[in-house]
């Protein structure tokens, strides 16, 4: 079954730390790939996705993602957190041309002022 | 101006009762879906229409029956609402088959059962 791991459930960082989250997803075809973040209370937004082409990927608010097609990877990343980017963040993937995203089971990140 | 909105944002309600929760988009996509989002966070599809046809119906009690008048709305109904039940419901709405921007979502609706 086509399914959506993200290793890492809780980060605490510091502001101005750098920012990797994991996300592998099980799927042998041709694959988009999002992430999204939904900060307290809200809903889901979009942060970037990844299509065709560069596999590097960069999103709004600093947020870059790295499409390793070999590791079946979508890693989330960012240089330097802020107490700001404190949220949910949902690895997503839309296998072939089906219409349905699968998630991941969330990171939360706490960023300590 | 809302994307995508859902009525009500919360929704505190008994055992055994029966509710609707709706939801509107003004994007002009054309499928729509109903996402539950769990205690853990863990998002998982339910329902998916494009343009009032049901195209997706993952494992979910027959207690659940989306409703589509049209392409713009997709609401929800739950019948014999039990605790488990209490989540929060996302609805969102895409170009047809996700586009090239995944989904927009609505601001979720927080159901308790009590």
């Known amino acids: 079954a086509q399914s959506v791991s993200q290793h890492n459930h809780h980060v605490i960082l510091s502001e101005a730390a750098s920012l990797e989250l994991g996300c592998n997803y099980s799927y042998g075809g041709t694959v988009n790939l999002f992430w999204y973040v939904q900060y307290p209370g809200q809903h889901l937004q979009l942060l970037l996705k990844?299509?065709?082409?560069?596999?590097l990927v960069k999103g709004i608010k600093g947020f870059e993602a790295e499409f390793i097609k070999s590791k079946f990877s979508f890693n989330l990343r960012k240089p330097s957190v802020q107490w700001s980017d404190t949220a949910e963040y949902f690895c997503a993937v839309r296998p072939g041309n089906t219409g349905k995203l699968i998630f991941g089971q969330g990171t939360t990140l706490q960023v300590k002022p | 101006d809302t994307a995508v909105s859902q009525t009500p944002k919360y929704l505190v309600t008994q055992m055994g009762n029966d509710k609707s929760i709706k939801c509107e988009q003004n994007?002009?996509?054309?499928?729509m879906y109903w996402y539950k989002q769990d205690s853990k966070k863990f998002l998982k599809i339910m329902f998916s229409?494009?343009?009032?046809?049901?195209?997706i119906n993952e494992t979910v009690p027959n207690r659940f029956s989306p409703k589509s008048p049209d392409k713009a709305h997709l609401n929800l109904h739950i019948n014999s609402l039990e605790l488990g039940d209490s989540a929060v419901y996302f609805c969102?709405?895409?170009?047809?088959?996700?586009?090239?921007?995944?989904?927009?979502f609505g601001s979720g609706t927080r159901l308790t059962v009590v």
């Open positions: 229409y494009n343009n009032k046809e049901l195209i």
């Open positions: 994007l002009g996509h054309d499928t």
């Open positions: 969102a709405s895409s170009p047809q088959g996700a586009g090239r921007n995944g989904y927009t």
């Open positions: 990844y299509f065709s082409g560069d596999p």
